[in-house]
């Protein structure tokens, strides 16, 4: 048995390793707490080799089918490249293992990662409505020209979003700090806020904007709810913005049944959804086949589950 995770590489240092992103960092220590033995890697560090008519894909140097368990964790969300590399090696992998069943290589989330070809709020919001998932009303223009005449969202607030979900970097106090593309909108003149006046509008989307400043993450692994958080906004909308964390492990029905139906519409071997209320009722926010959950183990008061633990034994 050896593990391989494939994660992308960070704009700013997020660890005790370093450059290695907080998630898999958390991963490769419950790996070394079992004596598993891994490789981590890169989305950089993949090559694709076609001689004589077959294929060798390569991770650092090393054959891609001697690992037994492979997870990807992040990728380069304005690169669509690097999630296709994704489905480039799924592909390859279902085909050795068809061809050497008693040498299978397990790659967590593949066949979720087959069924959401796209990774973006757009092809989010395509899947709530192809099962319907509740989710927020949301409007896409490929020109970006949202001040014209609409169908939808045409009252005030609003939500503007970065269509693929790219944070921005600023520097506060002399250091990089991640920051989220979204904005909210009270009035025309709010189009042209700082940093969103110089934007283009044609990456962004909008969205009717939540009606209390909560959120929550349902972590679910193998179908079935494991743990999650509930976070609210302390300073402005954004719960994201020194947001405060509370334990919420044991969602309420509703909440429980939409992110299972999610995890299953899927088939996601481990996933994240995330939910905001509107008009009393929840709605699927995001989904992640990646998710993080550094504040889920280090903001919240009681014992949380250990979700880097349940990844890695999540095939």
């Not at 891994?38 to 080799?49: G, P, S, T, V």
């Not at 060798?56 to 368990?69: A, L, P, Q």
């Not at 909308?237 to 139906?261: D, H, L, Q, S, W």
Request: proline residues 3%.
């Amino acid at each position: 048995m050896k593990y391989l995770i494939i994660d992308k590489r960070q704009r700013v240092e997020v660890s005790s390793m370093g450059n290695i992103p907080t998630g898999s960092a958390r991963l490769i220590e419950e790996l070394e707490k079992k004596n598993i033995p891994y490789d981590f890697a890169y989305n950089d560090e993949i090559e694709f080799l076609f001689i004589d008519g077959s294929t060798v894909i390569k991770v650092k140097g090393n054959d891609i089918r001697e690992y037994s368990n492979i997870i990807f964790r992040g990728h380069a969300l304005h690169n669509d490249r690097e999630y296709a590399l994704k489905r480039y090696i799924i592909d390859y992998i279902d085909q050795h293992n068809q061809n050497n069943p008693e040498k299978k290589v397990l790659i967590q989330n593949s066949k979720a990662i087959k069924n959401l070809p796209y990774y973006n709020k757009v092809a989010i919001s395509l899947l709530c409505s192809k099962y319907n998932l509740p989710c927020f009303q949301t409007y896409y223009r490929t020109d970006g020209k949202y001040l014209e005449p609409r169908e939808m969202l045409k009252e005030y607030p609003l939500i503007i979003k970065e269509y693929a979900g790219i944070n921005r970097v600023e520097i506060i106090d002399g250091k990089e700090k991640i920051k989220k593309n979204v904005y909210k909108i009270e009035k025309d003149e709010d189009y042209k806020q700082e940093r969103l006046r110089d934007c283009n509008l044609e990456d962004f989307f909008i969205q009717e904007l939540s009606d209390t400043a909560e959120d929550y993450r349902i972590f679910v692994k193998l179908g079935k709810v494991i743990g999650g958080w509930k976070r609210t906004a302390s300073k402005g909308f954004m719960t994201v913005n020194k947001g405060i964390y509370e334990m919420y492990n044991e969602p309420n029905e509703e909440i429980r049944t939409i992110a299972e139906k999610v995890a299953s519409v899927l088939e996601a071997d481990f996933i994240a959804v995330d939910f905001m209320y509107i008009h009393g009722k929840p709605c699927v926010q995001e989904l992640s086949l990646h998710p993080g959950f550094k504040a889920y183990e280090t903001k919240i008061e009681g014992k949380p589950v250990n979700i880097a633990e349940a990844i890695i034994t999540a095939f």
